[in-house]
């Protein structure tokens, strides 16, 4: 089996009322190439009348956002004229590419019905060739994205991006990203093969899952050599799990802000050209 390397503890940081973990980047951990960074939002519960989400708009160039909503609701609208409101189990993606402004906040429902609400982005790295790529954004509903099941359905799986068995994932991607979100029912194994030369993200959202017989609690996100190809998660009680795994590009990262490019000349072209407008109206 696929040994580990370290365990991560996701760091604590709130954004105004909002209840945020980060396992990457963290004191411990910059990045597990190309995964960036993730944050998770919640859980927890909104009364009636809130403000909802805090992400008003902002810009990104040379990278792409995942966003899973496990609870709740996003209201997306960018300056490519996309708009779109995903629910609990929708997924959004964004490639941000040359260059976007986006926001990401609750409904107008949300707002004022109030209710459960948790959230993970991932932003995910793109490759020297393709930072300048042309940006689009896709957000897909719950009943919109494949699922599978393993163990005798005690193991479920909402297949994202690239493949998981035999299972097509929803997204198609620049960059053979492999992406799911498993849920595992107390005792379910999900055993998979993942290649020797791709790097694993895994991050546990709820419960308790039990890898080489290290038992690793919620909000710690795992780091693993790349020594086998097989991998064994049992879970201990009923757990979450973001899982995904990707060929690293090995290329130097800069990242400024919203902002990862290759070289810090890139950064500061970057800042150039979104104060002089050119990654689009927010507001259109």
């Given amino acids: 089996m696929r040994t580990i390397r370290k365990v991560h503890k996701a760091e604590y940081r709130p954004i105004a009322d ?8 963290t004191r411990s951990l910059r990045m597990i190439d190309p995964f960036l960074f993730l944050n998770h939002h919640g859980p927890q519960k909104y009364l009636p009348n809130n403000n909802g989400l805090p992400f008003g708009p902002h810009p ?3 990278m792409e956002t995942v966003t899973f909503i496990l609870e709740g609701d996003i209201a997306h609208k960018d300056s ?41 982005q991932l ?3 793109l490759p020297a060739k393709l930072k300048m790529t042309e940006p689009k954004y896709k957000g897909l509903k719950k009943e919109e994205i494949p699922q599978t099941t393993f163990d005798n359905g005690k193991v479920s799986a909402q297949v994202i991006s690239g493949k998981l068995q ?49 038992i690793i609690p919620a909000l710690h996100l795992i780091e693993f050599n790349n020594d086998q190809e097989e991998l064994r998660l049992e879970a201990l009680s009923e757990s979450t799990v973001l899982f995904g795994h990707a060929k690293p590009f090995n290329e130097p990262v800069v990242a400024r802000g919203p902002f990862v490019m290759n070289t810090m000349e890139e950064i500061d072209q970057a800042y150039k050209d979104y104060e002089q407008g050119k990654m689009g109206d927010p507001y259109q």
């Fill in 80 to 120: 490519g004229g996309n708009k779109s409101v995903i629910e609990g189990g929708g997924v959004q993606w964004m490639t941000a590419g040359s260059g976007l402004i986006h926001s990401e906040v609750s409904s107008e429902e949300f707002k004022k019905q109030g209710g459960p609400l948790e959230i993970l």
């Fill in 123 to 125: 932003w995910v790295n």
């Fill in 60 to 62: 990104h160039r040379g």
């Fill in 18 to 25: 909002l209840i945020t973990y980060s396992p990457m980047p």
């Fill in 166 to 214: 035999n299972e097509e994932g929803a997204f198609e991607t620049l960059t053979k990203i492999h992406l799911s979100t498993l849920f595992l029912k107390s005792g379910g194994v999900l055993e998979t093969k993942v290649p020797l030369d791709h790097n694993i993200l895994c991050y546990i959202i709820k419960g308790e899952i039990k890898i080489n017989g290290e």
